[in-house]
């Protein structure tokens, strides 16, 4: 959900560095899990995953609290009817008065949305195969490259290579790491070189080293 509500609040010029740093944020969050996994092995006792458990629940608390001062995104206004609501929040967000014309194609979006019937049935079409192929494809074969096993179960999978219990976690804090600078490459390059490059690039880059 979070993608979509930073969609629909950004201005359109910073949309995409939004959602980015949307990805960023989650490569960092990572990145201190691994950091806080590898301190609590440290404490004697033998009870340091608990703590690293229980710590996982802080930025719960954070995103539920905070959630509930977020307020409604002017397409979901638009959607239920609530037009002038609507008009005041990006009003609010967008920090002028005149949003006349963004308020408009907000409405002729909805109300284009709202004249296709049986979408689900329309998508299954031979004109939207193309569409409906790559978004089904590439998230399946993403998550079967397997990354995810990769990243949660990073310590185990090292140590089974032979490493120890600290040298697993370091290791699990070095991926976690380059994960970070590897979405800083792809912020950096992605509207320079194009999407389709960074497809290209990922997929050789995984090819030779899996």
């Not at 719960?60 to 002038?84: Q, V």
């Not at 019937?117 to 031979?126: D, M, R, V």
């Not at 880059?205 to 899996?210: E, G, P, R, Y």
């Amino acid at each position: 959900s979070v993608p979509v509500y930073l969609s629909e609040m950004a201005p359109t010029k910073i949309r995409g560095a939004l959602n980015m740093c949307f990805q960023l944020a989650i490569t960092i969050g990572i990145f201190a899990a691994n950091l806080v996994n590898y301190g609590t092995s440290k404490i004697n006792g033998g009870y340091g995953w608990r703590i690293s458990l229980a710590l996982a629940a802080v930025p719960a608390i954070i995103m539920l609290a905070g959630t509930l001062f977020l307020p409604d995104t002017p397409n979901s206004l638009i959607e239920r009817g609530h037009k002038e609501k609507a008009k005041a929040m990006l009003q609010k967000i967008r920090g002028v008065t005149n949003v006349d014309d963004e308020l408009q194609d907000l409405v002729d979006a909805s109300e284009a949305s709202k004249q296709v019937k049986h979408p689900w049935a329309n998508i299954l079409e031979k004109k939207y195969r193309p569409q409906l192929v790559m978004s089904i494809a590439i998230p399946l074969f993403q998550q079967f490259t397997g990354i995810n096993i990769i990243m949660f179960y990073a310590p185990v999978l090292f140590k089974t290579l032979g490493f120890g219990d600290d040298a697993s976690l370091m290791s699990a804090v070095i991926s976690g790491l380059v994960n970070v600078i590897a979405t800083f490459v792809s912020i950096a390059t992605v509207d320079k070189f194009g999407r389709r490059a960074l497809f290209l690039e990922g997929g050789t880059q995984m090819f030779i080293c899996q």
